[in-house]
């Protein structure tokens, strides 16, 4: 028997990673999309080590000539929930960011979530659901991150809006993570400090601490559990966005 599908992307690593796994445990065939293939196929190894079923769909989800490749790799399967973890992330003083920059932000964090969803419409049945993965950057400012809190504030007014256009029957919501221990943050906060001296790079680092309620960071298993919750557990939810941050937002 064939299961439904699910489609992740960014699913080579973090988050994506993470849901892809909890995906393939809820008996769901889980497409992992992302730009390496040998990522992708560790973690369609480790849902078939767990009983699931997973494909690979190499793409770069901010080009689009490659996301004719994603819907293939779907073919005429029913969707269940599609979920876009797959973004990209800068740190850049405002009076220097370029055109350039912007395109490679929102080709990736906004044209990819929205035209791919548009492209697997087709795919997504009465009763299923999209999430898209934001971020706290578009509820809370960081320095040098504008261009990024501005890319992931557009996909909470894309979520709104879908919530309408495709409602009654598709659930579309955001899930956005803080502080979460992926290679992401790890880069975010090397190149945060890189201009600081150790002091003030300590002095940085307490007071972003102190604002993590829970003292501590997210591992991308726990921002998981939030997503697959909300794709398909929660099905009296949408149009709305979801903090999982460690109290950041609240503090």
């Not at 001296?197 to 559990?225: C, F, N, S």
Request: glycine share 10%; proline share 2%.
């Amino acid at each position: 028997m064939t299961a439904a599908t699910a489609v992740v992307t960014g699913a080579g690593s973090g988050i994506g990673r993470a849901v892809a796994l909890r995906l393939g445990r809820r008996n769901l065939r889980v497409v992992c999309v992302g730009r390496t293939a040998s990522t992708l196929e560790e973690t369609v190894a480790a849902i078939l080590e767990a009983g699931g079923q997973g494909a690979v769909a190499v793409a770069d989800c901010g080009d689009s000539d490659t996301w004719q490749g994603i819907v293939d790799a779907v073919g005429g399967e029913a969707v269940q929930t599609l979920i876009h973890c797959a973004a990209t992330d800068q740190l850049k003083a405002f009076a220097e960011l370029t055109r350039a920059d912007y395109d490679n932000m929102f080709n990736l964090n906004l044209a990819g979530p929205l035209f791919l969803t548009q492209k697997l419409l087709p795919n997504l049945v009465g009763g299923s659901s999209v999430v898209f993965v934001g971020s706290v950057a578009s509820r809370a400012g960081m320095r040098n991150h504008a261009l990024y809190g501005a890319s992931k504030a557009a996909l909470k007014g894309l979520t709104v809006g879908l919530a309408v256009d495709l409602g009654p029957n598709i659930r579309v919501n955001t899930v956005s993570p803080g502080a979460t221990d992926t290679a992401l943050l790890a880069a975010y906060v090397a190149e945060s400090y890189r201009d600081l001296t150790p002091g003030q790079a300590k002095r940085q680092q307490h007071a972003a601490a102190a604002r993590q309620l829970l003292r501590r960071v997210a591992t991308p298993d726990e921002v998981a559990a939030t997503v697959v919750h909300v794709a398909l557990d929660a099905t009296a939810m949408t149009g709305q966005d979801i903090a999982v941050d460690l109290g950041y937002t609240a503090s």
